[in-house]
């Protein structure tokens, strides 16, 4: 059983930056892809970001290429999603989510895939 927390939401206007934070335990932390999704009101749960066990592949939603960057620590159990160049879409809600694996390379962008989530964290973009 992995448990995963989200942190670092807020308020922050368009074009400004957040880094969200995802702290995982319960579980073995480097055995698993990790994602990101959001869920806007009104909207289904899309997914923003993924990366794989390994960590050397990483994969985005078009919408986000050239701005967000996912990334782990292992040492930390966190994975993180630094925001750029922020848009008023971006509000949503935003989760993290992990799945155990064995393949190291692959990343998951179907949120299917995924056994554990977290709660959530909120990101507001003022235009």
């Known amino acids: 059983q992995v448990q995963l927390v989200e942190s670092g939401g807020g308020l922050v206007q368009a074009g400004g930056s957040l880094r969200l934070s995802c702290a995982a335990s319960?579980?073995?932390?480097?055995?698993?892809?990790m994602g990101w999704f959001r869920q806007a009101p009104g909207k289904g749960r899309e997914v923003v970001a993924g990366?794989?066990?390994?960590?050397?592949?990483?994969d985005y939603a078009d919408a986000v290429k050239g701005r967000f960057t996912i990334s782990t620590d292992n040492a930390k159990n966190t994975v993180y999603l630094q925001m750029n160049s922020l848009k008023s879409e971006a509000t949503a809600a935003y989760y993290c989510?992990?799945?155990?694996?064995?393949?190291?390379?692959?990343?998951?962008?179907?949120?299917?895939?995924?056994?554990?989530w977290g709660r959530g964290t909120q990101v507001t973009v003022s235009s």
């Open positions: 319960g579980g073995t932390f480097s055995s698993c892809a």
């Open positions: 989510a992990a799945v155990i694996v064995s393949r190291p390379g692959t990343t998951y962008s179907n949120p299917g895939m995924y056994d554990y």
């Open positions: 990366i794989s066990r390994s960590g050397l592949g990483t």
